[in-house]
């Protein structure tokens, strides 16, 4: 009856979580950079950017960025390369949960872009 009970929970838990993990990445797939069109992600491109001393730094033109190898494949596990980028006022886009997220191609030897999507908080 314990087990029973016990295996109630853990499937009711699953149920009301699957979806909120899904939620956290789902909100990429449906964006579109505003300049370029493309989409923002292809399954595991993008990821919160967890903001270290000197990695952004705002700039007249828009967000200079720039990544180590660790750092960029914190966000695509892929990455081949670190990123040290401009990205243009124009091109950044709000947030859905308050905090930098960053969507990146790998790099497979021909620059497929730099980047794909950017979002940083609203009130930066």
């Known amino acids: ?32 950079d ?3 069109k493309k989409g ?9 950017l967890v903001i270290e001393p000197g990695m952004l730094k705002g700039d007249p033109l828009g967000y200079r960025l720039s990544l180590t190898l660790e750092q960029a494949r914190k966000i695509n596990p892929s990455r ?4 040290d980028i401009l990205i243009p ?4 886009q709000p947030s859905e949960d308050g905090n ?13 872009g730099d980047f794909y999507c950017f979002f940083a908080p609203p009130s930066t």
């Not at 016990?6 to 956290?24: D, Y």
């Not at 081949?80 to 990123?83: A, S």
């Not at 006022?89 to 950044?92: A, D, H, N, S």
């Open 80 to 83: 081949r390369t670190g990123l």
């Open 40 to 48: 923002c992600c292809g399954g595991s491109d993008c990821a919160q």
């Open 1 to 32: 009856m314990r087990r029973a009970v016990a295996l109630a929970a853990l499937v009711a838990a699953f149920v009301f979580l699957a979806p909120l993990m899904a939620g956290a990445h789902s909100w990429y797939s449906e964006k579109r």
């Open 34 to 36: 505003p300049v370029t």
């Open 89 to 92: 006022w124009e091109r950044v």
């Open 100 to 112: 930098f997220h960053l969507c990146i191609p790998r790099w497979d030897g021909v620059v497929l």
